[in-house]
């Protein structure tokens, strides 16, 4: 038993390096709109711009001062780079009806989806949040960050112009 | 047969090798702690000197087709969860197909009907909940609008499956979409039903072998109103041998209308629970193999001392509300400053039902009133303000007040506690150095006189954008009335983050209480030692 898992799990992880060149896409999972309709991540569209998925919850206090700081600044980032930021909630159901209030009353201009039972937060491997993805025009996965403190939007925006130029 | 579905699950990965089209992703974590007996907080020395969770998800992408797996490693488990995760294995594993609309996965999965009032399969990893099913699932949308779910299987109870079989299906559909409709205002409509099968061997009862559960749910939009209600139905499901009136069928009815607009927000909430507790298995006892997720109506705080008393919603019997208002103060003028000040106030209050639940009461045809909560017995009760404002281009404030009434009799079914009311404080400050260097500050109070009395505490934080994170925090409980008691809980934390990967060197003491993620709570021993954490997402 245990030398067929340790087995399986060496084909694994060999395939898993074979495959490592290959660009990450965003897989096929739907979420919500704030209107309760389904929606499907691998639609997601800026018309060949990179955009920013970032994974976050109303009780998190960095997700929100992460989006918070963003929102100050997002008005020159999206001019100079045409850059669309997609914020997911992962708010479950004891918190998800507070999203669409939190976001109108933060005045945040973000496109918002909900995950409430994580199936998105799964498939893209996100264990904590904040959890922030950069996807090239071509909608290919080329970053990501993991948790946030003061100063890493500024990491982020040098990725976005390099991305943009 | 192991074999069998190990090869399985590697044949599409040789597949497909040779097209190098798909990809592989997933994520890795490895928590290890030392335990050091600690007389004074009362922890204790683990014989293995260090214990360890890890766990390793795979997930396989190509095109419609989905495969993935994930390793489990508990040698042992950590102190602060269930030791029956103890060992090493591969409880969870898929495959999934979409085919012009049907999706069809056989193996592991989560899901959630409606707001989970009768069914929810998910995962928790910090407060080791896992209930996966192990089946199949369909989901298929024949028109726009119109949406079904439906499985069948076993819940997951750690490294073994529920005894329970678990059938259930979904619909929703959108009213808008159905009639094409471009009106301003939504409607969906969602109906769902979950059942069990188990086998019942009582000699001298003749206990239901089926039972079921139902639900209905509707959800209106228009403009920034937003009204979602849900009731549920659950029929007689007596646990083992009939005791009290427990062959009563159970209900709950949750319902949340929100209203927001640029600058304000504002959601109104209400929910009643009578002997809704669904399991894969009549006769599992605390957190095991539950179907059915009815969150806590109150706030989730973030601050220590704020949740120091969490609550845990009572499925047997409660009636709540709450209520929360989120505004902005605007910019540039000299209340909201030059950047604005955010306000967020809630209010939430939990109470039993009248005469208390069908479930616990000797009168078979007892029901309790609809709602009432004059006289009725204060479960928890929590009235907080936060205020959130940036200074200027170096420095951002945030305070909390919160006053709350906490019935710890109740919450942690123990006696002679009653009600702790206590009073808290919290100031946030951060200020930033220089490029990338930040400094954050947290001073925290709890007011009481009951329990364990009095507590501070106060946190220093140092990062170093985008790498680095440096943490001192200490916990003091100067208001115990036992003075051998009057302890400090110090803590030391460092962290290196580098794109998806984490590090987190910790040591300190950690006290004896309640840890809660979305209103479900574990009690977490006292212990003090050194914990490792390395996570990886790829």
Known sequence: ?165 | MRKIIAILFVLPFFGVAQNNSGGIHGDFDLSLQTYNEDESIGALAADEVMLNNAYLNLLYTKGKFTVGVRYESYLNALKDFDPRYNGNGIPYRFAQYNNDGLEITAGSFYEQFGSGLILRSYEEKKLGIDNAMDGIRLRYSPISGVYLKTFIGRERKFFEYSNGIVRGADGEININDILKLTTKTKALLGGSVVSRFQNATNPNFNIPENVSAFAGRMNIVSGGLNWYSEYAYKINDPIGSLIENNYASGNAITSNLTYSQKGIGVSLEVHRVDNMVFRADRDAVGKDLLLNYIPAISKQHTYTLVSLYPYATQPNGEAGFQIDLFYKLGKGNSIGGKYGTKIDVNFSRINSLNGGPSYLNDNISHQPMLISMKGEELYYQDFNIEITRKINRKVKIAAVLAKQSYNKDVVQQQTGYGIIESDIAVLDLTYKIKKGHSIRVELQKLKTEQDDGDWSMGLTEYTISPHWFFTIQDMYNWGNQNIDKQLHYINLTAGFIKGGNRFEIGYGKKREGIFCVGGVCKTVPSSNGLTLNISSSF
Not at chain 1, 69 to 98: C, F, H, P
Not at chain 1, 117 to 122: E, G, I, P, Q, V
């Open chain 1, 1 to 165: 038993m245990r030398k067929q898992i340790l087995t399986f799990l060496v084909v694994l992880l060999a395939t898993a390096f074979s495959f490592s060149q290959n660009p990450r896409k965003l897989p096929n999972i739907e979420v919500k709109t704030l209107q309760g309709d389904a929606f499907n991540i691998s639609e997601l569209n800026n018309d060949g711009s990179p955009i920013v998925i970032s994974f976050w919850a109303t009780w998190c206090k960095p997700c929100k001062k992460e989006l918070n700081n963003i929102s100050e600044v997002y008005e020159d980032w999206q001019e100079e780079t045409g850059v669309k930021l997609v914020a997911i909630s992962t708010d479950d159901t004891r918190s998800m009806s507070k999203v669409a209030p939190y976001i109108n009353s933060s005045d945040w201009e973000y496109e918002i989806y909900l995950d409430p039972n994580a199936d998105l937060k799964r498939a893209m491997g996100v264990s904590t949040i904040p959890h922030t993805f950069l996807l090239n025009g071509k909608k290919e996965i080329v970053w990501h960050h993991r948790g946030y403190v003061e100063g890493d939007e500024e990491e982020l925006y040098n990725k976005i112009v390099e991305l943009a130029k």
